[in-house]
């Protein structure tokens, strides 16, 4: 079901969408570059009302998918009445609402996680034409970026006989060339992005621990060769993204599979955390015939939700006991540990040596990156509802998903 609010062919063509490769455009899972890094020309210099202004607010459904942003328009999705998600694109200068598009979907989550709420997860992807958005019951549905207008779906579980996951969709879609890579269905797919049709699926399982992974896919380039890097529930592994062969693989520890970090990449190593575990380093490096793996380091330290930033050989990162930590890249010495807890989700955005973090509670943060010591330059209540969604900006704006709404801020200094 389709809802549209555009009243003439003017309109819908006056709302074009910039192209992906955009810096200064959020355009998929922790932004332009996967990293955690805004690319614009400036960052916040505080926190304060007179200098952070609140632009618009919408009031919607829960949703755990952060904010996705275009040139001209904002995207958005929710859990509506426990049984449709809704997608939302939103002018991004008055907050009018252009089209939504909606669909039966909706699945209660087991155990600790239904606490938090069973509403769609994953954050969508946009190629600067299509939104490509994962919806909670193992479906990818391609939409028009400019009138939400279905162009494919794809339902996992249905073609392909897997069990439904238990904690439903989680990874969130990436979009790379002219495909659009997904861990779903038991398996890890690349997709062609115009048609969804199957180009070739890896790593299939019978629906166990690698039924339903949390992390999100990554694109990148190591030894020479280009890679995408994947976390299962059990494994951290890199596929070819030519054919999905297996170049190297290695087992994560974790309990009960709860993966839910996305691993960084520094230089030839990897930098992953998992629940009630620890961390690690690991080093990549390829001989004549093959990839191999050697581990680093490990750190008692552990990772929940939140993937770090890593800031000049450090790692900034939100730990599973609900403080900040500052870790030494090149040791895997901690740095320091915050003396304070905070929520139980921060989602973290750097701009050379400061950091935005959002807090699950609703509080952003001012952060300035220092491995000697937390330095919290600013603070404030941002939203009064509870946030799990990723912090998005794009310009001189910050888009903040609660479970309540979605508000755009700028910010002058």
Partial sequence: MNYLFLTTAFVICFYSTAFAGDPLLWNQWRGPNRDGFYLGNSFPSTLNKDSLQLTWKATLGPSYSGPIVSDQLVFTTETKNKESEVVHAYDRKTGKEVWATEWKGAMSVPFFAGSNGSWIRATPAFDGDCLYVAGIKDVLVCLNATDGKEKWRIDFVEQFKTPAPSFGFVSSPLVDGDAVYVQAGASVFKLNKKTGSVIWRAFKDAGGMNGSAFS????????????????????????????????????????????????????????????????????????????????????????????????????????????????????????????????????????????????????????????????????REITESESWAHLAISGDQIFIRDLKTLSVFSWKN
């Fill in 216 to 379: 999100s896919p990554y694109m990148t380039s190591i030894g020479g060769q280009k890679q995408l890097l994947v976390q299962t529930r059990e494994k951290l592994a890199s596929l070819n993204p030519e054919n999905g062969e297996v170049l190297w693989s290695k087992v994560v520890p974790s309990f009960r599979g709860m993966n839910i970090f996305t691993p960084i990449v520094i230089g030839d190593t990897i930098f992953t955390s998992t629940y009630q575990n620890k961390s690690w380093l690991y080093k990549i490096s390829k001989n004549d015939s093959a990839f191999n793996v050697t581990d680093v380091w490990e750190n008692k330290l552990q990772g929940y939700m939140s993937t770090p930033v890593v800031i000049n050989g450090f790692a900034y990162m939100h730990l599973q006991n609900q403080r900040f930590a500052c870790v030494d890249l090149s040791n895997g010495e901690t740095k320091w540990t915050s003396p304070k807890s905070f929520g139980k989700y921060w989602s973290l955005i750097a701009y050379k040596n400061k950091i935005l973090a959002l807090d699950q509670k609703g509080i952003l943060y001012l952060i300035e990156a220092d491995p000697k010591e937390l330095k919290i330059l600013d603070t």
